[in-house]
């Protein structure tokens, strides 16, 4: 099975926070549209430029120059002072976020993830994923990202940093000659500063350059580091999500459907396979949930959710898909044409937390019992080794066209 491999890279990280912040405490101005930049101390000629403004970037700003530079170029440059405790805020926001659609996250920088969805897709797209986290990171944190979508951790960082900002872009294998060959050598990822003119005097100035050099011939000039050029320039990286188990504030799943849907009992199936997909996600952390969220979107791209809360904290498969239900029969229209289903659990709490209840019953004992060994057999033989009755049809739903 191939990697699906995404690379979330915030745009303008430092600036985009800052003034998020600054709008939150009742700033009239958004200083992402002022020339402006986040400095070190304005009163040491040292300070520089840690990040930048698009209009103090068209007064040729640029990061790392001095701040002292950086006002003889753009007289009227606004700066503001850099704050870890900010930077921190917004990036756990992120992460959070992020962890909704997968366990297997790596923090690569304080303001980029890649993110390994090769479980998680449920016969979507990946770049339908990216473009969903996209959506949702603009509405509900309010700052972009470039998305980079690929099979590998260094193609994904790679197309992560084409045009910027508010991209997405995809780099797979046969897409490399196009799209990455042409471009300066420099550009390749992990290729310092000293080997790039080291590369230029042996007449190799782009990565197809690089790429067409024999290998043998690199590896005597360069050692390990020449084997690495070599394959990175030609897209081959088995490096893995290098991630740290950590406890989530959400779980969720949404899937982008290969064409609209009316039936409602379809979409019921759909969201059966999504309730497992989530649950099971849910126990692994010994966790339960007592909110349920559905998402609809129309084929008009008009989004609309409904959550409710559950009578008891849960993890059981059918507990919250029977919540689903109901919130999808209190939202959704008859013959409303649906692109796109969601579901999210939320208020999470972890095994041994969760206060007794007048509600719990020996049923949903039962049902616990029964999801416990279905995720033992699904550990053991894999995750689509075991299907319940009700999404048996589900595949043939989400098969995509070609």
């Not at 958004?30 to 930049?37: L, N």
């Not at 303001?111 to 990216?130: G, H, I, P, R, S």
Request: glycine share 6%.
């Amino acid at each position: 099975m191939k990697k699906q491999i995404l690379h979330v890279d915030v745009n303008n990280a430092f600036l985009s926070w800052t003034a998020i912040e600054m709008l939150k405490k009742g700033s009239k101005i958004d200083i992402r549209e002022i020339p402006a930049i986040i400095g070190g101390d304005e009163s040491k000629r040292s300070g520089i430029v840690l990040a930048k403004s698009m209009k103090a970037k068209e007064c040729g700003v640029k990061t790392a120059e001095t701040i002292y530079q950086a006002k003889i170029k753009c007289p009227g440059l606004k700066v503001f002072p850099s704050d870890y405790k900010i930077y921190k805020k917004y990036s756990d926001n992120l992460y959070n976020l992020l962890l909704q659609y997968t366990d297997k996250i790596e923090r690569f920088s304080i303001d980029e993830c890649f993110l390994d969805m090769t479980e998680y897709l449920m016969k979507d797209t990946l770049y339908n994923k990216a473009k969903e986290i996209s959506k949702r990171v603009k509405e509900e944190l309010k700052f972009t990202v470039n998305i980079g979508v690929a099979n590998n951790k260094l193609l994904a960082k790679m197309a992560s940093d084409f045009t910027k900002p508010d991209k997405i872009h995809t780099l797979y294998k046969e897409e490399i000659p196009k799209k990455m060959w042409p471009l300066p050598v420099s550009e390749l990822f992990m290729l310092g500063k000293k080997t790039v003119p080291k590369l230029y005097n042996l007449q190799i100035k782009t990565i197809g350059d690089l790429a067409h050099t024999n290998k043998d011939f690199l590896e005597k000039k360069f050692g390990k580091h020449g084997i690495m050029m070599w394959e990175y320039s030609n897209g081959i990286d088995n490096s893995e999500v290098n991630y740290k188990e950590e406890k989530p504030k959400g779980i969720g799943n949404s899937v982008t459907l290969p064409e609209n849907i009316t039936n409602i009992k379809k979409i019921e199936e759909i969201l059966l396979a999504l309730a497992e997909q989530v649950t099971f996600r849910l126990r692994r952390y010994n966790m339960k949930a007592n909110t349920v969220n559905v998402q609809l979107r129309t084929n008009d791209f008009k989004d609309t959710s409904h959550q409710g809360k559950l009578l008891i904290e849960t993890s059981t498969t059918k507990e919250i898909y029977q919540k689903a239900k109901e919130l999808l029969s209190q939202m959704y229209k008859s013959g409303t044409p649906i692109r796109l289903i969601g579901l999210r659990v939320d208020g999470l709490t972890e095994e041994g937390e969760n206060q007794l209840s007048f509600f719990k019953n020996e049923e949903n004992e039962k049902q616990e019992k029964l999801d416990k060994v279905i995720d033992e057999l699904k550990n053991k033989y894999g995750y689509n080794s075991i299907t319940r009755a009700g999404k048996m049809n589900v595949g043939n739903i989400l098969k995509l066209k070609d």
